[in-house]
């Protein structure tokens, strides 16, 4: 462990909840309360619902809170849920409901980070296998997911790489380093945040140098486009560009 640890905490979480187990979970209706009204004499507040019995809470429980234990990240929602139940029970021929599903989808959301709640290590989200079963059931089978790059020169098992750490706290940079170095996983960075970690360096216009670690050198062109001498240091690195736009 560390002696003196950096302060964090985890903001904005709903993690604890207590996960209701049911296999039915995706099929199981909304059950309402029963609705008794106000009664002959509304000025004593009489219970106007019937709770629910034990197993109706159970079942409802299973409906609403498995996926939110399971996800636990700051940008899930209760849309996001009953989207996944809607699509789960649409009928496949009804195109009219997928479109509008889709196009729903497909609005572009609103800035997560205002300056008044800037980003945190939590908004780094993993799609959990609960929010994806429903597709992938029937199709369970061998995937291969490894990504040839480079003419054959690097193969990552995965169909991604991790960067944004260059500039964080020693202590993050070496948990993260260990992380992915267990995954087998690339960083893309100015500088290599692990031994044993796939470093690609992104050499930004007129600052630092090649280095004959990294295993691809990644040559930024700015916001505004500069000619770039892209060279590899040995026949085995990677040679690639990063293009980006100050409008984007």
Not at 61 to 84: H, K, L, Q
Not at 243 to 248: E, G, H, K, L, R
Request: a negative charge; proline letters at 8%.
């Amino acid at each position: 462990g560390n002696d003196d640890p950096i302060p964090y905490k985890t903001p904005y979480r709903t993690r604890r909840v207590t996960v209701a187990q049911d296999i039915e979970w995706s099929e199981i209706p909304p059950m309402k309360q029963e609705f008794r009204g106000l009664g002959d004499d509304p000025a004593a507040f009489p219970e106007s619902e019937v709770g629910y019995d034990p197993e109706t809470a159970k079942a409802e429980a299973a409906r609403c809170f498995r996926c939110d234990a399971e996800t636990g990240s700051s940008d899930y929602s209760v849309r996001n849920r009953e989207d996944i139940i809607t699509m789960a029970r649409t009928n496949p021929l009804d195109h009219a409901s997928h479109a509008a599903m889709l196009q729903q989808r497909l609005l572009t959301p609103a800035n997560p980070f205002p300056e008044s709640r800037p980003a945190t290590l939590d908004d780094i989200v993993f799609l959990p296998a609960n929010l994806s079963r429903l597709v992938i059931d029937p199709y369970r089978e061998a995937c291969r997911i490894d990504t040839e790059i480079g003419a054959g020169r690097m193969s990552s098992p995965h169909p991604f790489i991790v960067t944004g750490f260059d500039d964080v706290p020693e202590e993050v940079r070496s948990s993260i380093g260990a992380g992915l170095a267990e995954g087998n996983c690339g960083y893309l960075g100015a500088r290599q945040i692990g031994e044993n970690v796939p470093w690609w360096q992104l050499l930004e216009p007129g600052n630092g140098e090649p280095s004959a670690d990294a295993a691809a050198l990644i040559y930024s062109l700015g916001h505004e486009f500069q000619a770039v001498e892209a060279k590899r240091l040995h026949d085995d690195q990677v040679l690639g560009l990063a293009v980006s736009s100050v409008d984007a």
